[in-house]
């Protein structure tokens, strides 16, 4: 199956600084990229939702600034949370759903990375 | 806008025995996907089941299978001969012509 793949795994950074995430499509190319957030015991919250060469798409109440997302090619996105704050503190996931390259997801199936433990001090 | 309610928060099963999680949903777009997502304490998403709304046949994957009831816009999973290795939190998601839409989740524990 299609697989994507996050990293760093877990980070934890100080208050004030700005951590990046990167989220790869290893087997297929990624049209669309998505962004979520999620709580302990609590459901995905998605907070963009990006296309290859244009800006993303935001979630209401999602600080666009604050979390900068590059969709530079097809088997790559990147979330930046800039000046980040112990609130920032979460899982982040991603998820990418494309049609195009060796390997073509059934249904415009979303596929979705291991996620990314952020940990602000 | 389209909404997926899972009212059970919490499920338990015994092993080997039969459990259904249950799913509603909303929506007036007369063509979607319905999905299953498995969340292991791994936080990995698995898809686990899809069901196309055209299709009347409830779809199986093996010892999962779902009850689609389009008119009532119900979803529900159920999981056979349950395994330790089911326990896990279940998301019911919702995906037409916009973004995916998931339920609250519901955590399952599989008891030896």
């Known amino acids: 199956g299609a697989v994507v793949s996050q990293h760093p795994s877990w980070v934890i950074c100080k208050s004030g600084t700005s951590v990046k995430i990167e989220c790869r499509s290893l087997d297929f190319q990624a049209t669309t990229m998505f962004w979520y957030r999620q709580f302990p015991k609590q459901s995905l919250m998605l907070m963009a939702t990006?296309?290859?060469?244009?800006?993303?798409?935001?979630e209401q109440g999602v600080e666009k600034d604050k979390f900068l997302i590059n969709h530079a090619s097809l088997t790559l996105s990147t979330l930046t949370v800039t000046s980040a704050h112990p609130e920032d503190s979460s899982f982040y996931i991603c998820?990418?759903?494309?049609?195009?390259?060796?390997?073509?997801?059934?249904?415009?199936?979303?596929?979705f990375g291991p996620g990314t433990r952020l940990t602000v001090l | 806008a389209q909404t997926v309610t899972q009212s059970q928060p919490e499920m338990s099963v015994q092993e080997a025995e039969t459990v259904t999680l249950s799913c509603t949903y909303d929506?007036?777009?007369?063509?979607?996907?319905l999905f299953w997502y498995k969340q292991p304490p791994s936080r990995q998403m698995i898809l686990v089941i899809r069901q196309e709304a055209y299709k009347q046949q409830n779809a199986t994957e093996n010892r999962f299978s779902v009850n689609f009831q389009k008119a009532a816009k119900s979803f529900s999973l159920k999981i056979s001969d349950s395994q330790l290795g089911d326990a896990a939190m279940y998301f019911c998601?919702?995906?037409?012509?916009?973004?995916?839409?998931f339920g609250q989740g519901t955590i399952l524990t599989v008891h030896p």
């Open positions: 998820s990418a759903r494309g049609g195009l390259g060796r390997l073509v997801p059934r249904y415009n199936e979303q596929f």
């Open positions: 990006s296309n290859e060469g244009s800006k993303a798409t935001y």
């Open positions: 998601a919702y995906r037409g012509y916009g973004k995916l839409t």
């Open positions: 929506t007036s777009e007369s063509d979607y996907y």
